[in-house]
């Protein structure tokens, strides 16, 4: 059984519903993930968007959320995860407003699409501070068992 990650908030390749944006109440919408190969010993999860700041002209990769360490007896994150209350071990890593925790979706233009990576590890991969996502593909380079992904698209409304 392969990896996967789904969302009861939103299907694959579906519009995320305004409340997990910055047009509601920006909390992380819940995830759930099966399928973890044997010898998972932590999940690595990186939410990103590629379009940014311009889908029609996009220059570069703008990232939501960065979780790793997160323990192999944990298959979900409820809406509005704490990771540190909810999921006892998870490490959390900066986003691009430079901060630890989930930001939204909220594009200046046009639809954006919403990459949520979700990589099964055969390690954990220990305190790194607090990690951008591309300290943590380095980290997890070679160490990667399997990844699930899940698309979501939003656009703001008048953008």
């Not at 889908?55 to 979900?76: E, F, N, R």
């Not at 900066?94 to 909220?106: E, S, V």
């Not at 300290?135 to 699930?148: P, Q, W």
Request: aromatic share 8%.
């Amino acid at each position: 059984m392969a990896l996967t990650l789904t969302s009861s908030a939103f299907a694959h390749q579906g519009v995320i519903p305004a409340q997990y944006t910055c047009d509601g109440a920006d909390r992380s919408p819940p995830l759930e993930w099966s399928g973890a190969p044997p010898g998972t010993r932590s999940f690595a999860l990186i939410v990103d968007d590629p379009d940014a700041p311009d889908p029609a002209a996009p220059k570069m990769t703008w990232v939501h959320w960065v979780l790793y360490d997160i323990p192999p007896s944990i298959a979900s994150l409820a809406e509005g995860a704490d990771v540190i209350r909810d999921a006892a071990g998870t490490r959390e890593g900066t986003n691009d407003w430079k901060r630890t925790g989930y930001g939204g979706p909220c594009p200046p233009i046009g639809r954006h699409r919403y990459f949520h990576k979700l990589y099964a590890l055969d390690t954990l991969l220990g305190d790194l501070g607090t990690p951008t996502a591309w300290d943590i593909a380095d980290a997890i380079e070679g160490h990667v068992l399997d990844k699930a992904e899940l698309i979501g698209v939003y656009r703001r409304a008048g953008k």
